[in-house]
C-alpha cells in the first residue's frame, strides 16, 4: 500500500527520514540488548521462552525496514550470534536449545525479504522523483525555446544582412561572425530543448543493424578524414533481424560515430562493432579519445551537460531515450589506458514495440 502525500504517516516517515543515523540504530540496539537480557534469565520475564525468542523478528523487521537489504541482513546475523550461548550453554541461568536452527532460517529470511522490498520500493520511488523531475525540466524546456527561438532566429538574420553590407577589410565583419556563429549555436541549443521535450512517436520495422551502421558511416565519412580519423567497422554477419525506428536509430548511431570522431586526437581510429549477445543485438562504438573522467562519469547522459564548448548536452540524454523506448539500453566503458566505448542493446525477437509516450497517455 503506497501512502499519499497528504497521510499523516507520510509526513512522519518524511520527517523520520532526516533524523541522524545513530538515533535510528539506537533503538535497535536498544531491544536487541533487551531481548537479549530477558532470553538469558537475568530480568524476571512473564512470558515464555517460545515467545520470547518470536519477538526477535521486531529488531530484524525494523533493520529492514530502516536500512533495507544491509540492514535486514545485518541484523539477521546479529540475532544468531545471540543464539549461540543457547546452543553451548554459556550462561547457567540461560536454558539450552538444541532445535532452533529453523528460527534462524526464517530470521534471515524476512530480514532479506523485508531488505529487498523496501529497496524495490526506493528504487521505484526515486525514479517516479526523477521522471517527475524530467516532465517538469520538458515543460520549462519548451516554454523557455519556444519564447527564445523567434528573437534568435531574428538576430542571426540581421547580422547576416550587417555582413554583407559591411567591407571585407572592416575589422567588425570578423566580431559579427562570432555573433552570428553563437546565435547559430543557440539555435541549435533551442531546437534540441524542443525535440527533448516533446513525446517521440516511433514507428516499428524490421531492420538490418549492419545495413544501418553502413548507412551512417558512408554519410559520416566525409567528416572522418576531415578530422584525421580512421572510421573503421567489424560487423557480424550473423545478426537477425530487430523490430525498430530506422530513423531514430540513425539518430542515436550518427551521434554516437560524430562524438567518437571529436572526442578522438587525429590519425587514430574510430572502431563501430555489432555482435548478438544474450539475445540481444550489440553496437559498440569505441574511441581513442582522452576518456570520460570519474567525476563526469554520472552526468553522461543528463541533459545539458557536455564537455564540448560546442555541444548543447541534449544528443546522449535523446539517444539514450530512444534506446530505451526500443526496450533495450545505452551504456558506456571508459577504456584502458584510453577511449571510451558507448554499447546499444537492442531485444531480439519482440514482436510487439514499445508504446510511445503519447499513445500511452492516451490509454
Known amino acids: 500500500m503506497k501512502l499519499s502525500k497528504d497521510h499523516p504517516l507520510y509526513a512522519l516517515w518524511t520527517q523520520y ?59 539477521a546475523v546479529i540475532v544468531t550470534l545471540l543464539f549461540i550461548p543457547h546452543w553451548i550453554g554459556l550462561f547457567s541461568a540461560a536454558p539450552i536449545h538444541r532445535g532452533f536452527f529453523e528460527e534462524i532460517i526464517l530470521f534471515y529470511a524476512f530480514g532479506i525479504l523485508i531488505g529487498l522490498l523496501v529497496d524495490r520500493e526506493r528504487m521505484e520511488s526515486r525514479l517516479r522523483q526523477d521522471q517527475e523531475h524530467l516532465a517538469i525540466i520538458g515543460e520549462a524546456a519548451a516554454t523557455v525555446a519556444h519564447e527564445l527561438k523567434n528573437p534568435v532566429i531574428t538576430i542571426g538574420a540581421y547580422i547576416r544582412k550587417m555582413q554583407q553590407k559591411i567591407r571585407f577589410d572592416d575589422p567588425n565583419r570578423e566580431r559579427l561572425e562570432v555573433i552570428y556563429q553563437e546565435c547559430r549555436r543557440l539555435e541549435l541549443l533551442l531546437k534540441d530543448m524542443m525535440h527533448f521535450s516533446r513525446p517521440i512517436n516511433l514507428h516499428f520495422i524490421p531492420l538490418d543493424v549492419n545495413h544501418l551502421v553502413k548507412e551512417v558511416i558512408d554519410v559520416i565519412q566525409p567528416q572522418a578524414e576531415t578530422n584525421q580519423i580512421l572510421l573503421s567497422s567489424s560487423l557480424d554477419g550473423n545478426l537477425p533481424p530487430v523490430l525498430a525506428d530506422r530513423s531514430r536509430l540513425t539518430q542515436v548511431l550518427h551521434n554516437l560515430i560524430l562524438n567518437a570522431i571529436q572526442a578522438s586526437p587525429p590519425e587514430q581510429m574510430v572502431l563501430v562493432q555489432t555482435s548478438k549477445q544474450r539475445g540481444q543485438v550489440r553496437i559498440e562504438v569505441t574511441d581513442k579519445g582522452c576518456g570520460i573522467q570519474p567525476d563526469f562519469q554520472e552526468k553522461v547522459f543528463a541533459p545539458f551537460f557536455s564537455t564540448k564548448r560546442e555541444g548543447t548536452g541534449m544528443g546522449l540524454a535523446v539517444s539514450k531515450r530512444i534506446v530505451e523506448l526500443h526496450q533495450g539500453k545505452l551504456v558506456f566503458r571508459p577504456n584502458q589506458p584510453i577511449g571510451t566505448t558507448f554499447m546499444v542493446y537492442l531485444p531480439i525477437g519482440r514482436k510487439t514495440a514499445a508504446p510511445s509516450p503519447s499513445k500511452a497517455k492516451e490509454s
Open 17 to 75: 527520514k532526516f533524523v541522524p543515523l545513530y538515533w535510528k540504530i539506537l533503538p535497535i540496539f536498544l531491544l536487541l540488548a533487551g531481548l537479549f537480557v530477558a532470553d538469558q534469565g537475568w530480568l524476571p520475564w512473564p512470558l515464555p521462552s517460545d515467545i520470547l525468542h518470536r519477538l526477535y523478528f521486531l529488531p530484524i523487521v525494523l533493520s529492514g525496514l530502516l536500512f533495507g537489504f544491509q540492514g535486514g541482513l545485518t541484523s
